[in-house]
């Protein structure tokens, strides 16, 4: 992602996804287990930002971490001289070694201390201030929404915002790990000094390590395996608790049914993650008890020695401090280990969203040309084949027609035939699987994605309903204009909206959203503001109106389309735009030059209104039937 560039290009490769939308390429089963050598490679990326954002906290813990390392050894030899001096009766020597042995005490306390809390300030300050931010930056930046709608991005995404913190935890956790594993060589080459059976120790030590990592990769396989049953409890709660679902809700009395369902999803969910924790602390339990088992038979075995002749008391006080060292060395080692282990869980998503975005850019690369200052001969589909990810039919299949230059062309056709799809691969927020659009000759494909946005002007089916005052509700539909007054008063009134602004209390300056301390618009008011959003760019090349009118009464409906009718023929007159509108009601697009009836994502029709009224086929089935349903 953005400043975080050191991939592995063969990790890279291997994650990037297909160059269609198939159901393959969003295959959770299909994510890449990433190399060591791509964790390495992240680790130093990660040290690198630590250095640059915060030097010294980041030289202090690495100070404190090799003192720790050192005054292992410190304590354990100062600790021996002293025993066996005094046992000799050279106080002087005891005193001496004895002080030595509290200094290094003391400084064992500290860093332990200042350690921990160095630690937390470096990963606050990384985690927040770099990567939350580039992860969020990364994914507003990527130019089309097919990862908006896919549930496979969306999980990773969910798991990688909200975590980042876990992401430099983990690299600190296994650097701790490494200082952990310093520390235990060092207690262990002590113990090879009293004899060179307790180096057996090591084995036993590694005990915990092995069985911990076993019982994390259990936890993680239930995470994974239970995200799907976490989603949709998740679903099923916003469901029964928002605003907006919760009114039908409650008329329909589903709450109940809603609840147990969420319930039963939450339970599953919940169960298998309990179930992995429990097999998990088994394994660690078993863990320890072979590590215990160990050091008691090794720790047996010097005080026999010791007793035989074979070394001095002040051996055995080492090897009790050694042990004891040894002990907090494992359990460091196995904690930061175990921690970064488990921040695999986030980082492997993360690194599957770097690579999908690096993919994308790398996508994007061809796509440079400027989008043409004016139309002369219009958008040519040709071949357009389209499927969504997972879907088994295409949303549109083959459909080949040119929308010429300066004309209004309306969409038809009977709910899911592919309309609004139409309108999202003119737009570029998705790719055609097969086919290609051309604007002017040129592939769509290959003008540059913000230049041909910004030659588009959309009113979409699903518009947001973005609650800031109202000005700029309406000026997000032009951003270099969001506070030119004129220019948003002129969108609303395009949008007949002018009657419902001067009721507002503050006109343009009214805050929306009550939640926000404004005020709450009907389904036509916002309509009225997505449509004033799509008219704020004066001269746009393409214009859609996606269902411009469905949360319309009568009288707005009527008035809009004949504003935008004319509107349509200014834009056209002015730079040869082509006007797309989508709409169900077909009286409404009667006047369109040419009319696309599509049916199940196939073009069945095409023409002037007469023409396919005189044709006698399904546009005419259609338009009859509506005709006779508003006559009755
Ligand atoms: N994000 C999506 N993921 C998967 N399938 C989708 C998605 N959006 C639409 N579809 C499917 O693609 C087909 C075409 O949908 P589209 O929205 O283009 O139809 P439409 O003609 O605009 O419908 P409507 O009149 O209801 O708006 C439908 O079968 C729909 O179920």
Redo the contacts with the bound molecule.
Sequence with gaps: MGRLTDSDPDDTAAAAPAENNTAEALDPAAEPHHSARRHLALGRELLRISVRRVPGLTLALLLTQTAAVAVVAVTALCLRAAVNASAQGRAGTAVAAALGAAVAYAVTAVTADLGGNIKGLIIDKVSLLDLSASVHRDIASLDGIEHL?SGDFLDRTVIVAGSTWSIVNGFWAAVMAVFGAAQLAVALLLLGTVSPWLLALLGFAAAPLWFDQRGQRAVSRAETDTAESYRLQQHLFDLATQAGTGKEVRVAGAGEQLASRQAAAWDHAVRARTRAQVTASLWTVTGWFVFSLGFTAGLAAVIYRVAHGHGSAGDIVLAITVAVTLLQSVQTTVSGTTTATAARRVVEPYLWLRDYIEAERVRAEGSTGPAPAALTRGIALEGLTFR????DRP?LDDVSILLPAGSVVAVV??????????VKLLTKLYRPESGVIRVDGTPLAALDTVGWRAATSVAF?DFGRYRTRLAETVGLGDVPYIDDRARTAAALTAADADTFVARLPEGQETQLGRALGGVDLSEGQWQKTALARASMRPGPLLFVLD?PTASLDAPSEQEIFLHYMARARELAERAGAVTVI?S?RFSTVAGADLILV?DK?KLVEHGPHAELLAAGGRYADLYGLQAAAYAS
């Design positions: 709608e969504y990810p997972g879907a949303a056709g009977e709910y899911g035939s592919g309309k609004t799809t139409l089916q269902e989508v169900h599509l994502g």
